[in-house]
């Protein structure tokens, strides 16, 4: 299969790559970029382990081509925690609370939690529910998660 050139800026910086048409984003953040934060959890879009934002939306990196990310502006965890205003503070608050334990899903639901304050930092209960919906935890279940975004948006 003939590679294609792409490019597109990871966490601040420009990347040119050749990929295979067929090749997931995933796989190439994680594999041939080392960027470690995006999981590979089910493979189908539904555990949102792998999470990055692509210009400025969060969007399931199991589920995108890398050739869709050819101009795109990318940021995972690595980037987020300093070219995001809310990730450091998050990431602060989930660590205070105890709302991680393994820590596999972290990635993701920080990544949903800054977008959502991104767009709305006064969010309620309701609307950090439904940020969050699509990324699963399998350890903690989600009080302690949402108890942590409420406190970052309060600024306990």
Not at 48 to 59: A, E, Y
Request: with cysteine; glycine share 8%.
């Amino acid at each position: 299969m003939k590679k294609h050139p792409i490019s597109f800026k990871l966490n601040g910086e420009k990347v040119s790559i050749e990929v295979e048409p067929s090749d997931v984003l995933v796989d190439v953040l994680r594999d041939r970029l080392g960027i470690k934060s995006p999981k590979v959890g089910c493979d189908r879009g539904d555990c949102g382990t792998c999470t990055i934002i692509m210009d400025g939306r969060t969007v399931r990196s199991c589920l995108a081509l890398a050739v869709e990310a050819d101009g795109a502006e990318l940021v995972t965890l690595e980037g987020a925690n300093t070219s995001r205003k809310w990730t450091r503070k998050l990431q602060e608050k989930f660590h205070s609370k105890n709302a991680f334990q393994c820590g596999f899903c972290a990635p993701g639901i920080i990544l949903s939690a800054t977008e959502l304050l991104e767009k709305n930092p006064r969010a309620g209960k309701h609307e950090i529910k439904e940020a969050i919906a699509g990324n699963l935890c399998r350890c903690t279940g989600y009080e302690p998660i949402v108890e942590a975004i409420e406190e970052t948006v309060k600024g306990k």
